[in-house]
């Protein structure tokens, strides 16, 4: 299994939906697309790379070979991926105390989906739905999505500090050193592996 690179975790879900409720959700995804308080909540959780839901048709499976049987399957499908920091635990726990409304209009839809709360049994749920990881790639496997916006942020006020102390006194340098040092200090954690946990 490899759903747990460094920091990062990689969840993939596959729910089974009946076809005539595929329009109905690709409507709520079309309103949560276009109108982005919608998606504030789940902007707001920091520690998600990223979360996506893609429906499969039954009949847009695709075949490898020719010589693959064509598939004549009952439902369409709820593709879901989502890159996170945390366990998975904390983070499914963090999705149905803060998003548990979202994610109900999402996966209502699903064949015998509980509800996101009690979260117990939204846990189960998709411990039975969750496909491992074969393979997944992280560039910073040691660096939460927090570590990266820091580094950005530093990377920003050394730029800044650069541009502007050509012409300084080095009394004026030292002051503006302190200034960078103090807008920068909170930024200033270092990287290194996650806690282990489930």
Same mark, same amino acid.
């Given at each position: ?26 409507? =709520?995804?079309?309103? #949560? @697309?276009?109108?982005?308080? %919608?998606?504030? *909540?789940l ?40 890159n ?5 635990n904390?983070?499914?726990?963090? =999705?149905?105390?803060? #998003? @548990?409304?979202?994610?109900? %209009?999402?996966? *209502? ?6 509800m ?37 942020r ?26 960078f ?18």
């Open positions: 299994m490899t759903n747990i690179n460094g920091k990062t975790y990689a969840m993939t879900a596959i729910t089974p939906m009946k076809p005539w409720k595929t329009p109905i959700l690709k409507v =709520f995804f079309f309103l #949560l @697309a276009h109108i982005k308080p %919608l998606q504030a *909540r902007v707001g959780l920091s520690f998600i790379h990223f979360a996506r839901w893609v429906v499969i048709k039954r009949q847009a499976f695709p075949r490898l070979a020719n010589s693959q049987p064509i598939e004549n399957l009952s439902y369409d499908y709820l593709l879901f991926f989502s996170f920091n945390g366990t998975w904390q983070y499914i726990d963090a =999705f149905a105390d803060v #998003l @548990a409304d979202g994610l109900n %209009l999402v996966w *209502r839809w699903s064949e015998k989906f509980p996101s709360r009690p979260v117990t049994a939204f846990k189960r749920y998709i411990s039975l739905v969750q496909f491992d990881t074969d393979y997944y790639y992280t560039a910073y496997p040691r660096a939460t999505t927090n570590d990266v916006k820091a580094a950005h530093v990377c920003a006020a050394v730029e800044d500090l650069g541009r502007n102390c050509n012409e300084m006194s080095p009394a004026e340098f030292s002051a503006a050193y302190l200034q040092l103090v807008k920068v200090q909170k930024d200033l954690g270092s990287t290194g592996v996650g806690p282990v946990g489930t």
